[in-house]
């Protein structure tokens, strides 16, 4: 969907002229403006003049010096940075940050940016296109897009979807080699989804799922498919249950390589804050009722998972950019605030991109572009407290055997909250978050994780065990409601023949 809830900056603002909006399918001519934003953000008051404002959550530091978390800094970038842009792809592969395509200015762009984590330095991949002309030749070119979603897979990368200026009538997945940098189309198989952008397409073990977006005559979907990456075959799913109403620019996520969530998103009039879930080994959509503190409506935000951890940073919900890194933990289905920002920043924007790296040991999100009235480029990184300093303590109560597997038959229909904290497993989570201080992390030592992890092993173990208990008592109860079934059938045969002997027979009297 087009961001149009940012008020347009004051005109004496050197970007007003460029960052004009223009529908995505429009072919009027748009005016280029590759500058970077300046390190000082500009934006305008009530009254459209100028004021200067160096955020106090966005602070330019060295990451690795930084002890605080849960807060969002600049690291300090070499390099030349790619065009401001946004609805971009970006991926994680091996400590670099790849930057494909996005949107600048109503235009549509195929270049292709790197990123090192380690140095924090931009440079440009320099690629060729499948089939390289000969010298002398005019260069192959690759189609430029945008709202597209971008997959690391065996050390390539996957550019799946996305607008185009000439779209095409299915989806199509282009495939960059990291080794050779040559791009090429992926030949699928099977009956490929519509050509669409802002739909979500998450990795689940080997395959993607594929959810919603919009397609080239902005026509909103809701429609789920599964494209196989060892076939390469596309498979269209009919899942039971409500599924979300039709959307684009949502967030998807993957929890216990079983569960797919799906979060906010909107269609031409209306963003959304609902959670939904699809149970991807019954394919049945449920909508369960979130705790906590309930994000605000948004769409174009961006997410990403540590753990049982599901940070959303940006969005926007017509009139303002959403402010606020949430988080849910996908467990308890909990929400939380973690941080919040200030000002027309571009972690409060949308199409901005979020992806999970580490730096010095730690797990780190990274942040880059997005739309807020004019188009960033900066980059952004936040040191998640939920993976570094919180510590989960799993407490647990048993349910008999026989109470789960009479619930997993007798309610197939079950809801979300019950799935994930009794469920198949057979018991009720709790998850406790302490917090613990450096000091007390650093004495733990070695001994406490493998501690931990020797707990962690044992738990899991158990919950096998629970689990094959369950099911088998499940195959019993099965088994029983087919014998009955059959007890009864046969009960009725010999009912309905005792009352047609009777019937004849009293003919018979009467006779």
């Known amino acids: 969907m087009i961001p149009s809830w940012y008020s347009r900056a004051s005109n004496t603002i050197s970007e007003s002229v460029a960052d004009t909006r223009v529908n995505h399918y429009s072919d009027e001519p748009v005016i280029e403006n590759g500058n970077s934003l300046p390190a000082t953000k500009t934006i305008s008051n009530e009254n459209g003049t100028l004021v200067e404002t160096q955020d106090k959550d966005v602070v330019s530091e060295d990451v690795g010096t930084v002890a605080v978390y849960d807060q969002w800094i600049a690291p300090p970038i070499t390099g030349q940075p790619p065009k401001a842009r946004y609805e971009h792809g970006a991926a994680i592969v091996q400590d670099k940050m790849y930057i494909y395509g996005g949107n600048h200015n109503g235009r549509y762009l195929n270049d292709l940016h790197v990123l090192e984590l380690r140095s924090w330095a931009w440079s440009k991949v320099n690629f060729k296109a499948e089939n390289e002309p000969q010298e ?298 302490d917090n613990i201080d450096q000091e007390s992390r650093k004495s733990r030592g070695e001994g406490t994780r493998e501690h931990l992890l020797a707990a962690l092993k044992a738990e899991r173990e158990e919950l096998l065990s629970s689990l094959s208990k369950e099911k088998l008592q499940t195959l019993h109860l099965k088994q029983e409601l087919t014998d009955a079934e059959t007890r009864n059938t046969d009960l009725y045969k010999v009912t309905n023949l005792y009352v047609v002997n009777l019937l004849l027979s009293s003919q018979d009297v009467s006779n």
Request: with cysteine; charged share 20%.
């Open 136 to 433: 002398g030749q005019s260069p192959a070119k690759l189609t430029p897009c945008a709202g597209h979603s971008l997959i690391p897979w065996e050390n390539k990368l996957l550019s799946i979807a996305g607008h185009t200026k000439d779209p095409s009538e299915t989806i199509q997945v282009k495939v960059f080699d990291l080794q050779s940098c040559t791009w090429s189309n992926l030949k699928t198989y099977g009956k490929a989804p519509v050509s669409r952008g802002g739909q979500s397409v998450t990795l689940v073990g080997t395959s993607l799922v594929f959810f919603g977006g919009q397609d080239a005559k902005r026509s909103l979907l809701n429609d789920l498919h599964i494209l196989d990456l060892e076939t390469m075959t596309w498979d269209e799913i009919d899942a039971i249950g409500v599924p979300p109403s039709p959307r684009s620019d949502h967030a998807a996520a993957v929890h216990a390589e079983r569960y797919l969530l799906i979060f906010g998103g909107g269609s031409h009039a209306t963003c959304f804050n609902d959670l939904h879930v699809l149970d991807l080994q019954t394919m049945e959509w449920t909508r369960p009722t979130p705790q906590g503190e309930i994000p605000t409506p948004r769409a174009g935000h961006a997410g990403v998972t540590v753990g049982e951890s599901w940070f959303i940073v940006g969005g926007g919900d017509n009139k303002t950019g959403a402010s606020e890194t949430v988080v849910l933990n996908m467990s308890t289905l909990c929400w939380s605030v973690v941080t919040s920002v200030q000002g027309r920043v571009p972690l409060a924007s949308e199409g901005l991109s979020l992806v999970l790296s580490s730096y010095n040991g730690e797990d780190i999100l990274v942040s880059f572009g997005g739309y807020n009235g004019h188009y960033s480029n900066e980059v952004n990184v936040l040191k998640p407290s939920h993976k570094s300093t919180l510590q989960s303590k799993i407490v647990e109560t048993p349910v008999p055997d026989s109470v789960s597997a009479v619930h997993n038959v007798t309610n197939p229909t079950r809801d979300v909250d019950s799935e994930f904290e009794g469920g198949h497993e057979g018991k009720i989570r709790e998850i406790v978050m």
